[in-house]
């Protein structure tokens, strides 16, 4: 079992920057691992992949060249650095892994989720 634990949300201003992190209970290099957000009302949200094994990385339209993920395979934490924080950024976010192939930043489908961290950007 995948245990997965994020933290970093935090109450922002628009154009601010966030670091959120995820603790892992296993080894993560082998795992296709996201971060997956979602909004009050609205439906969940790929966010950024990484791909397992390698530093390959995929962004949803939205955040490309906002946000960055990144994998520390020492600490078995994955992390996403957000900046330009805009006030559709507002959503808990989760982390979310699989131990099969990432099918692409579109979709939601993992085997194991996170509890979530709640970001919120004000204009």
């Known amino acids: 079992q995948v245990q997965l634990v994020e933290s970093g949300g935090d109450s922002v201003q628009a154009g601010g920057s966030l670091r959120l992190s995820c603790a892992a209970s296993?080894?993560?290099?082998?795992?296709?691992i996201a971060w997956i957000r979602q909004a009050p009302g609205k439906k969940r949200e790929g966010v950024a992949i990484?791909?397992?094994?390698?530093?390959?990385?995929s962004y949803a339209d939205s955040v490309k060249g906002r946000f960055t993920i990144s994998r520390d395979n020492t600490k078995n934490s994955l992390y996403l650095q957000m900046n330009s924080l805009k006030p559709e950024d507002t959503a808990m976010y989760y982390c979310?892994?699989?131990?099969?192939?990432?099918?692409?930043?579109?979709?939601?489908?993992?085997?194991?989720w996170g509890q979530g961290t709640q970001v919120t950007v004000s204009s």
């Open positions: 979310a892994a699989k131990d099969t192939y990432c099918s692409g930043v579109a979709s939601v489908t993992y085997s194991y």
């Open positions: 296993v080894f993560i290099n082998s795992y296709c």
């Open positions: 990484i791909y397992p094994g390698s530093s390959a990385t």
